[in-house]
């Protein structure tokens, strides 16, 4: 069976594992190519919110409350992926690169480039 084509900023429903659990999750990475690993980043939602600064809502029709963890971010295999549920969009995607940004200890560049 071939790997889906999995893109930044689609919600895919993904088996994390057994503690993981499957649920879904944000893709932050950028498309691989054909010689590299089958791995995404990922940013999984959870239901389970502890009120942090890393946790960012997104409304979205496909989830149910909660809100993406940017600290559970994750490598996932590309094999894990079980089913595209939709896409954020580009405010949603800012909101969690900033997330990323600030968790990582990055800073976002600003500017037209900071959009590629």
């Known amino acids: ?32 190519l054909e010689n590299e690993r089958t791995l995404c980043i990922v940013v999984p939602h959870t239901n ?3 009120g942090t600064r890393f946790e960012i809502s997104v409304p979205h029709p496909v989830l149910a409350g909660g809100a993406f963890d940017v600290q559970q971010t994750a490598a996932v295999q590309a094999i894990k992926f079980i089913q595209r549920l939709g896409t954020v969009n580009a405010d949603q995607m800012g909101q969690i690169e900033q997330a ?6 990055l800073k976002l560049a600003e500017g037209p480039q900071a959009q590629s």
Do not use: H, N
Not at 11 to 17: A, F, K, Q, S, Y
Not at 100 to 105: E, F, I, K, N, T
């Open 1 to 32: 069976m071939p790997l889906p084509r999995i893109q930044r900023g689609e919600i895919w429903r993904v088996d994390l594992g057994y503690l993981g659990k499957v649920r879904p999750v944000l893709v932050v990475s950028v498309t691989f």
């Open 100 to 105: 990323l940004a600030q968790v990582l200890g």
């Open 48 to 50: 389970s919110l502890r």
